[in-house]
């Protein structure tokens, strides 16, 4: 548990399987390394007839980077979360230094939801989602992941996993295995979103895609 929190310092801590999450009431920061690991393998990654139909549609218009502050309000615009004023602050930070990025999807009336992370090597290490229109983070994910797998990217960290992000392919993985994958992925030098934002029928082809199963001894 820490009082302060740096760009530096949350660059560093990822480098290490580690992020930081804001206590509400106290407005500290305590830093996680769960063990086991949530991940969604971008070999393995799901996406529902339902999804699959707003992404070949184009339901939402698609881009990245564009209302990163917005994103991130958006995010943390519930009843109680992690995502204090501290932590807002930072990760503007890292999103000026080009580290950050928001995915969003855009109708007529405005910004519709999205996501943001981290993307450091070919790692990119999600923090939250949050959707105004039905949809609206799942096209989100969507998009990630065809830039991921497009850009060579390794890791897709989800922190944790849920009910939620199961339906799309999401898995645990014991933290050493994690750490192992994550040095991997961070010495590849990946481009962001390098495809144009498009509606999209299927995937890139993945070259190299890790193995996340545990590596007997």
């Known amino acids: 548990m820490s009082d302060t929190l740096s760009a530096d310092q949350v660059i560093w801590a990822y480098t290490q399987g580690l992020f930081p999450m804001g206590t509400p009431y106290t407005q500290t920061i305590q830093w996680h390394s769960p063990d086991p690991r949530g991940v969604i393998p971008l070999d393995a990654f799901h996406m529902p007839h339902n999804l699959a139909r707003h992404v070949r549609r184009g339901t939402f218009t698609v881009r990245t980077n564009t209302a990163f502050p917005d994103v991130i309000a958006g995010c943390a615009d519930r009843d109680e979360t992690w995502i204090t004023p501290p932590i807002q602050e930072v990760f503007t930070e890292l999103h000026h230094r080009g580290v950050a990025h928001s995915v969003e999807?855009?109708?007529?009336?405005?910004?519709?939801?999205?996501?943001?992370?981290?993307?450091?090597?070919?790692?990119?290490?999600?923090?939250?989602?949050?959707?105004?229109?039905?949809?609206?983070?799942?096209?989100?994910?969507?998009?990630?992941?065809?830039q991921m797998r497009a850009g060579g990217y390794q890791l897709l960290d989800t922190q944790y996993t849920t009910k939620h992000l199961e339906r799309f392919g999401a898995r645990e993985v014991p933290r050493a295995r994690y750490l192992d994958i994550l040095r991997t992925a961070l010495d590849v030098d990946c481009p962001w979103w390098p495809l144009p934002n498009e509606p999209f029928d299927c995937l890139p082809d993945m070259k190299d895609a890790p193995d996340f199963d545990p590596v007997p001894s």
Request: hydrophobic share 50%.
């Open 105 to 146: 999807c855009w109708t007529d009336d405005g910004l519709a939801g999205g996501l943001y992370g981290v993307a450091l090597g070919g790692a990119f290490f999600g923090e939250s989602m949050f959707f105004r229109a039905s949809y609206a983070s799942k096209v989100a994910l969507a998009h990630l992941v065809r």
